[in-house]
């Protein structure tokens, strides 16, 4: 039986749900995201990507690239509730389901389907009950692995479905530019073609201990997926190991008050999402980035692992003060708890600064 794993993207998922909920924006170039000086786009519509503007861009850069852009401050909680709808379906074909973001994630379909004709047609029907009950378009690529399956989702993007059998994955693989493997960034991407390295055919050329000698570990894996190789299963269970939140601030803030507003605000957030997973923490981590960009952190591991609002924001509010927030000021600051465990299992623990 052969292997086939199916990875299905969400298209331009914040935007796309913004216009689904507002349709006056409906082909107009959208982006997600703040207004201030310093906020970033988190979605763009396909009508904005024209003019360049992605994801991650600074807004300003944005504007700059499309002044008649709209932009819409972020909803986070609809998009979850629309997330957990897409996602209710999917584990209706198979309960290996492997959520890997909120818009994205694999699934096992290997005894679902028999021949790739059936899995062609589960990925067309995939798409059309994601569009019939969300009103939302997805993209849809099926591989022997996990990487080719998300590699085949985006290469046709919007409204994609990319089958990738097993006879042809190296003649799918070969040809692409080395950038579309996940997981090689700008830099990598940047060292790879300094070395004459375009596609993955390019890549595949280059022995395992060059490309661990340039990458360390990630170098074996850059060597295998160039030879269609991964054994990455669908993981349907993720540990998750921390929580965190953060803000980065319009301009840069002196006032040691607001600061710990903000925290308190962090906390708020991070003790609902601990309830909404039965969750304690042991370690409570206080991150402030100055506006020189210098980034420091500070922690606290308690003998009782936490849940309350109130008690995460004082740890957070009394790690501030080991900070030099009083004197400098301040770009960024956040919260984030680890040490999680379910409630049931807490106990006690070493007391540790």
Same mark, same amino acid.
């Given at each position: ?26 082909g107009k170039p959208v982006v997600v ?80 389907v028999q021949t790739d004709e059936d ?44 089958? +990738? #059998? %097993?006879? /042809? !994955?190296?003649?799918?693989? *070969?040809?692409?530019?080395?950038? &579309? ?5 700008? $830099? ?64 840069? +803030? #002196? %006032?040691? /008050? !607001?600061?710990?507003?903000? *925290?308190?605000?962090?906390?708020? &957030? ?5 309830? $909404? ?65 379910? #409630?049931?299992? /807490?106990?006690?623990l070493p007391l540790v600064f």
């Amino acid at each position: 039986m052969s292997h086939r794993i199916l990875h299905l993207d969400m298209d331009a998922f914040f935007a796309s749900v913004e216009v689904l909920d507002h349709p006056e924006l409906k082909g107009k170039p959208v982006v997600v995201g703040g207004k201030g000086p310093r906020s970033v786009v988190a979605a763009a519509s396909y009508e904005v990507r024209k003019f360049g503007v992605r994801s991650a861009m600074p807004m300003c850069r944005a504007l700059e690239r499309c002044p008649h852009v709209v932009v819409v401050q972020p909803h986070f909680d609809r998009y979850h509730e629309v997330s957990e709808n897409v996602f209710e379906l999917l584990r209706k074909v198979t309960p290996l389901v492997e959520q890997t973001s909120i818009d994205e994630g694999y699934l096992d379909i290997s005894e679902v389907v028999q021949t790739d004709e059936d899995a062609r047609g589960l990925g067309a029907r995939l798409k059309t009950q994601v569009w019939e009950h969300c009103k939302l378009k997805c993209s849809v690529g099926i591989a022997p692995c996990k990487f080719a399956a998300k590699i085949a989702s985006d290469l046709k993007k919007p409204d994609a479905l990319v089958v +990738v #059998r %097993d006879e /042809e !994955l190296d003649t799918f693989l *070969l040809p692409l530019d080395v950038g &579309r493997i996940p997981g090689v960034g700008k $830099e990598g991407l940047k060292k790879l073609n300094q070395s004459g390295i375009k596609t993955i055919a390019d890549l595949r050329r280059e022995s395992r201990s060059t490309l661990t000698a340039w990458f360390g570990r990630w170098g074996e894996r850059l060597h295998d997926f160039a030879r269609g190789i991964d054994p990455r299963q669908v993981v349907t269970e993720h540990e998750r190991k921390s929580l965190g939140t953060e803000r980065t601030f319009d301009t840069d +803030v #002196r %006032d040691v /008050e !607001l600061l710990r507003e903000y *925290l308190g605000k962090h906390a708020v &957030r991070l003790a609902r999402e601990l309830d $909404e997973r039965a969750l304690c923490a042991a370690t409570v981590t206080v991150k402030v980035r100055y506006a020189n960009f210098d980034l420091i952190t500070r922690r606290r591991t308690f003998q009782r692992c936490l849940f309350e609002a109130a008690e995460i924001a004082s740890a957070a509010c009394d790690l501030l003060e080991f900070t030099e927030a009083h004197q400098r000021a301040v770009r960024l600051v956040g919260v984030s708890l680890s040490g999680l465990r379910g #409630r049931n299992m /807490e106990q006690e623990l070493p007391l540790v600064f």
